[in-house]
């Protein structure tokens, strides 16, 4: 069955930490994966995407992922988080050919400690 | 430019009474993609939909659940007789046109929706 596990509902980081939030997928054809961030009030953006290629990505705000097809884990890091980086992040799986029907995972929430 | 706006932000409803949920893609956007998102889950696909047309309601449930897209005005995800289990966040998104890529798919911040 395709799946997307985000195993942490929730995570706290003190503000200049860094950070990686785990995802892990199962998936029978080559997926596309991708990283999104759903600040208070604000709808989903996508942080960054991995299609092919160098399996480190570089995303927006920082972020940046790695896609590890040994162990099906597409993780999220970034060396050191600012406050504003406090929201919600959902990883998702996707087909190369939709652009909408994604498997997404249930979402992590991160907190920020001053 | 005005992102994709729903409203409203918290409906709360009665077991039995009808929830409308609106839509409005952003601007110069035809396509519109309605997901719903149940408590500890992630995002499911539930209706593709362009002006007046439905393209794919594979994740719609059959019964209760409608949506429509008219030639003016917001979609609208429509559910009949809400029961408890209908309580869930949906979220709707945007497009300019199909297969333009997932960079081109705008999400708004989503209807929270409570059965009481």
């Known amino acids: 069955a395709q799946s997307v596990t985000q195993p942490d509902i929730h995570i706290t980081v003190s503000e200049g930490a860094s950070l990686e939030l785990r995802c892990n997928y199962s998936y029978g054809a080559t997926p596309y994966l991708f990283w999104y961030v759903q600040s208070p009030g604000q709808g989903l953006q996508l942080l960054l995407k991995?299609?092919?290629?160098d399996t480190l990505v570089q995303g927006i705000k920082g972020f940046e992922a790695e896609f590890k097809r040994s162990q099906s884990s597409f993780n999220l890091r970034k060396p050191s988080v600012h406050w504003s980086d406090a929201a919600e992040y959902f990883c998702?799986?996707?087909?190369?050919?939709?652009?909408?029907?994604?498997?997404w995972g249930a979402g992590t929430k991160l907190i920020i400690k001053p | 430019n005005a992102g994709v706006m729903q409203n409203p932000r918290h409906l709360v409803r009665r077991r039995g009474q009808e929830a409308r949920l609106r839509c409005s893609p952003m601007?110069?956007?035809?396509?519109v993609y309605w997901y719903r998102q149940l408590p500890e889950e992630g995002l499911k696909f539930m209706v593709y939909l362009q002006k007046e047309n439905i393209i794919d309601e594979s994740g719609m449930p059959k019964e209760r659940f409608s949506a429509e897209f008219p030639k003016e005005g917001p979609s609208i995800l429509r559910i009949q007789q809400v029961v408890r289990g209908d309580s869930a966040a949906y979220f709707c998104?945007?497009?300019?046109?199909?297969?333009?890529?997932?960079?081109?798919?705008?999400f708004g911040s989503g209807t929270q929706l409570s059965v009481l």
């Open positions: 601007k110069g956007h035809s396509h």
């Open positions: 991995y299609f092919s290629g």
């Open positions: 998702a799986v996707g087909p190369m050919d939709s652009n909408y029907q994604l498997i």
């Open positions: 998104a945007s497009s300019p046109q199909s297969g333009t890529g997932i960079e081109k798919l705008f």
